[in-house]
């Protein structure tokens, strides 16, 4: 089994950044893809962005392309989400999860999920 934490959430004006983190336990997660998703109220879960096994291939939403950055560290079974610019409609509870290769946008290709961390961007 796989446990994930997400950290690094919280109140951030709008423009600003953060970076959210997400620590894996239990077992190794440098054999799989990695993948950050959102959530708002009233709204379906949302793909923000992933990374692969290797790190060599990362995937984004067009919402957040150009804003986001996805990094891992496998040696500390670890990934980043590093956001700038943020908007208000960037508001969510922010998901990491684990599973499969590549960097997948859909959800379904992921076993394991953290419980999640608020952002919430004021504007």
């Known amino acids: 089994q796989v446990q994930l934490v997400e950290s690094g959430g919280g109140l951030v004006q709008a423009g600003g950044s953060l970076r959210l983190s997400c620590e894996a336990s239990?077992?190794?997660?440098?054999?799989?893809?990695m993948g950050w998703f959102r959530q708002a109220p009233g709204k379906e879960r949302e793909f923000v962005g992933a990374?692969?096994?290797?790190?060599?291939?990362?995937n984004y939403a067009d919402s957040v392309k150009g804003r986001a950055t996805i990094s891992r560290d496998n040696a500390k079974n670890a990934v980043y989400l590093q956001m700038s610019s943020l908007k208000a409609e960037d508001t969510a509870v922010y998901y990491c999860?684990?599973?499969?290769?590549?960097?997948?946008?859909?959800?379904?290709?992921?076993?394991?999920w953290g419980q999640g961390t608020q952002v919430t961007v004021s504007s």
């Open positions: 990374i692969s096994w290797s790190g060599s291939n990362t």
């Open positions: 999860a684990a599973g499969g290769l590549f960097a997948s946008s859909t959800w379904r290709t992921y076993e394991y």
């Open positions: 239990g077992r190794t997660v440098s054999n799989r893809a």
